[in-house]
């Protein structure tokens, strides 16, 4: 079959065929009398290999090399083009990202746009020192630094990105609130985290709907923020975070401070005082919180506490009893 009945059916053009032939991709194994190109069916079925391979991303060198190495399978060429269209894939995206921050900050000429895309770089160098200066620079964009703050693991830049939002005020709740949806569990915590430093009843309102988050740190952060707050709601958090032993004190003071309500200041007592069966170590931390507790009723159960079967429950609670 001469070039120009080849190119008509494969599809592929007569140029093309020539350059195969120049590179030794698919060389027409005859020639007519007058020399034309003559390929044969087994060239023809070589050409769509080379084309289809070129389909998944190959260059033709590499289609080339794996024409001729007698070891290569098709195994190792698909795992290669997968990591490399995943590895272009997110940088794409990255890209798609890059210029959609661009577009939501809504530049009004090109200073703007390089003063985002400056902004950009520093956020995202693999620097910490250098992020933290971005941070911490006079940033107008608080989406970005919500962007940010939702993605940064190293502790110290991300707490230059929470003194930052916060210093913006409300403006950056969106972009965290929606971090607290994320199913990355670190997203989600360091959402709360950053919600924490923000004002107003709509991030009071964000920390009472994060308090049933699936997360135990998201719930704590959450209480802990949402009951200094006098959200009420955050007490069976805060009285199981006594229990557990985990963050026991600063939930002890911020149990201290709601019940300065004194109808809550009894629920809190009673919610105490019902954990009082367990191991010495939790009665101890019981008795700890009690202490913080204003009112009759928490000086009440202390006391008990001072006859406890345990010696150093007993001691600790006659202790504190004594203080009040």
Same mark, same amino acid.
């Given at each position: 079959?001469?070039?120009?009945?080849?190119?008509?059916?494969?599809?592929?053009?007569?140029?093309?065929?020539?350059?195969?032939?120049?590179?030794?991709?698919?060389?027409?194994?005859?020639?007519?009398?007058?020399?034309?190109?003559?390929?044969?069916?087994?060239d023809?079925?070589?050409?769509?290999?080379?084309?289809?391979?070129?389909?998944?991303?190959?260059?033709?060198?590499?289609?080339?090399?794996?024409?001729?190495d007698?070891?290569?399978?098709?195994?190792?060429?698909?795992?290669?083009?997968?990591?490399?269209?995943e590895?272009?894939?997110?940088?794409?995206?990255?890209?798609?990202?890059?210029?959609?921050?661009?577009?939501?900050?809504?530049?009004?000429?090109?200073?703007?746009?390089?003063?985002?895309?400056?902004?950009?770089?520093?956020?995202?160098?693999?620097?910490?020192?250098?992020?933290?200066?971005?941070?911490?620079?006079?940033?107008?964009?608080?989406?970005?630094?919500?962007?940010?703050?939702?993605?940064?693991a190293?502790?110290?830049?991300?707490?230059?990105?929470?003194?930052?939002?916060?210093?913006?005020?409300?403006?950056?709740? /969106?972009? !965290? @609130?929606?971090? +607290?949806?994320? %199913? $990355?569990?670190? &997203? *989600? #915590?360091? =959402?709360?985290?950053?919600?924490?430093?923000?004002?107003?009843?709509?991030?009071? /309102?964000? !920390? @009472?709907?994060? +308090?049933?988050? %699936? $997360?135990?740190? &998201? *719930? #704590?952060? =959450?209480?802990?923020?949402?009951?200094?707050?006098?959200?009420?709601?955050?007490?069976?958090?805060l009285?199981?975070?006594?229990?557990?032993?985990?963050?026991? &004190?600063?939930?002890?003071?911020?149990?201290?401070?709601?019940?300065?309500?004194?109808?809550?200041?009894?629920?809190?007592?009673?919610?105490l005082?019902?954990?009082?069966?367990?191991?010495?170590?939790?009665?101890?931390?019981?008795?700890?919180?009690?202490?913080?507790?204003?009112?009759?009723?928490?000086?009440?159960?202390?006391?008990?506490?001072?006859?406890?079967?345990?010696?150093?429950?007993?001691?600790?609670?006659?202790?504190?009893?004594?203080?009040?």
């Amino acid at each position: 079959m001469l070039i120009g009945e080849v190119a008509r059916r494969s599809g592929v053009s007569t140029r093309m065929l020539r350059h195969y032939d120049s590179l030794g991709l698919v060389r027409p194994t005859g020639r007519t009398v007058g020399g034309y190109r003559e390929y044969s069916e087994a060239d023809i079925r070589r050409i769509f290999h080379v084309e289809g391979l070129r389909s998944l991303g190959m260059s033709l060198r590499q289609i080339g090399q794996a024409l001729a190495d007698p070891a290569f399978t098709p195994s190792t060429l698909v795992g290669d083009l997968i990591r490399r269209t995943e590895d272009r894939l997110k940088r794409e995206q990255e890209l798609l990202e890059r210029l959609r921050a661009i577009d939501a900050s809504e530049p009004a000429g090109w200073d703007s746009v390089l003063h985002v895309v400056e902004l950009l770089h520093g956020l995202d160098s693999p620097d910490p020192s250098r992020r933290q200066r971005a941070a911490l620079a006079p940033v107008e964009d608080v989406p970005l630094l919500a962007k940010a703050v939702l993605s940064e693991a190293n502790p110290n830049v991300a707490g230059a990105l929470r003194w930052a939002l916060a210093r913006a005020g409300a403006d950056g709740l /969106a972009g !965290l @609130t929606a971090g +607290l949806r994320s %199913a $990355d569990v670190d &997203v *989600r #915590r360091r =959402a709360v985290q950053a919600i924490a430093e923000l004002p107003g009843d709509e991030a009071t /309102a964000v !920390l @009472t709907g994060a +308090l049933e988050d %699936a $997360d135990p740190a &998201v *719930r #704590r952060h =959450a209480a802990l923020a949402a009951g200094n707050r006098g959200t009420t709601a955050a007490v069976p958090v805060l009285v199981g975070m006594v229990i557990e032993g985990t963050n026991d &004190v600063e939930a002890a003071e911020v149990l201290g401070t709601l019940a300065a309500d004194a109808e809550l200041g009894e629920r809190i007592v009673r919610a105490l005082t019902e954990e009082l069966t367990g191991a010495p170590a939790v009665r101890i931390r019981v008795a700890q919180a009690l202490a913080e507790l204003p009112g009759t009723t928490a000086r009440d159960a202390l006391r008990r506490l001072g006859d406890d079967e345990d010696a150093a429950v007993a001691l600790i609670a006659s202790a504190l009893a004594g203080e009040q």
